[in-house]
């Protein structure tokens, strides 16, 4: 069964009609391509993700194209925006000098996961783009190499081996074992878990809604109808869950990632 199917099932299906249940599962995860060129397919969430960079590039460039003294309307917004991740997240973790240079990748990090985490809830497009690992991955690649990169120029080669292996003479001989685990956990589990948490979250809130969504309609038959109205509202609640944990995940991303910052540039002690 494929994606199409499963969100678009047959409407005259309902219990007690001798059809089952169209659980959603990970069939509902995976699109026919658009188009494609070569061995290059070109489906829905990379459109999604596309349309979500014209989107922020496009929403900002308006909002700040001819900046006023007094701003208009979607000037504030863009201002309250930008000073939200800038001075709420940035300077908060790395503070105002350090973290100044970082605040425009910050900023178009946030707001490029919240709009693909977004789409879940609108209609037609109705799916997050995030619940595909890929593109967690790749965010999260991204900050892991810049992590890298900082945590090298910093400290050298030694000093930043030091840094991402918690080196501390203090330890004794348990300092090869912590060196190993600090190593492991920082070079492998930490961007790992960094895509892993967005993915995971947006993954499972998408099936949720999927279930309650299809079952409302399923239900709607003969005594089920009772339980179909106790289905919508469930579809109701888990919406506006979603737009709460949509955001946060996006916080929590974009804080993960100035941590990891302030921890390459941290002095080794």
Request: net charge neutral; with cysteine; charged share 10%.
């Amino acid at each position: 069964m494929s994606a199409d199917q499963v969100l678009a099932f047959e409407t005259n299906c309902h219990i007690f009609d001798g059809c089952g249940f169209p659980a959603p599962g990970l069939h509902s995860f995976l699109f026919e391509p658009i188009f494609s060129i070569g061995s290059f397919d070109f489906n829905k969430p990379m459109l999604l993700a596309l349309l979500s960079t014209v989107l922020i590039v496009g929403f900002f460039w308006a909002a700040f194209n001819k900046p006023k003294m007094i701003p208009g309307k979607l000037q504030m917004v863009g201002e309250a925006g930008y000073d939200f991740v800038r001075r709420g997240i940035v300077y908060e973790t790395l503070g105002k000098r350090e973290g100044e240079k970082y605040v425009p990748l910050m900023v178009s990090l946030f707001f490029f996961v919240w709009i693909m985490n977004l789409w879940s809830i609108i209609p037609v497009a109705q799916f997050p783009v995030t619940a595909i690992i890929a593109f967690p991955v790749g965010l999260a690649g991204i900050v892991y190499v810049l992590w890298m990169y900082l945590t090298f120029k910093k400290h050298g080669l030694v000093g930043g081996f030091k840094n991402i292996t918690g080196y501390d003479p203090s330890l004794g001989k348990v300092l090869p074992l912590s060196m190993t685990i600090e190593f492991f956990s920082n070079v492998l589990v930490r961007p790992f878990t960094h895509a892993v948490r967005l993915f995971a979250n947006m993954f499972a809130g998408h099936t949720l809604l999927l279930l309650f969504t299809i079952a409302s309609w399923y239900l709607l038959n003969g005594i089920g109808i009772a339980y179909a109205g106790v289905s919508f509202v469930m579809t109701i609640v888990m919406t506006a869950f979603e737009l709460f944990i949509q955001a946060v995940q996006a916080y929590v991303f974009v804080l993960l990632a100035t941590s990891y910052v302030q921890g390459a540039l941290a002095e080794h002690h």
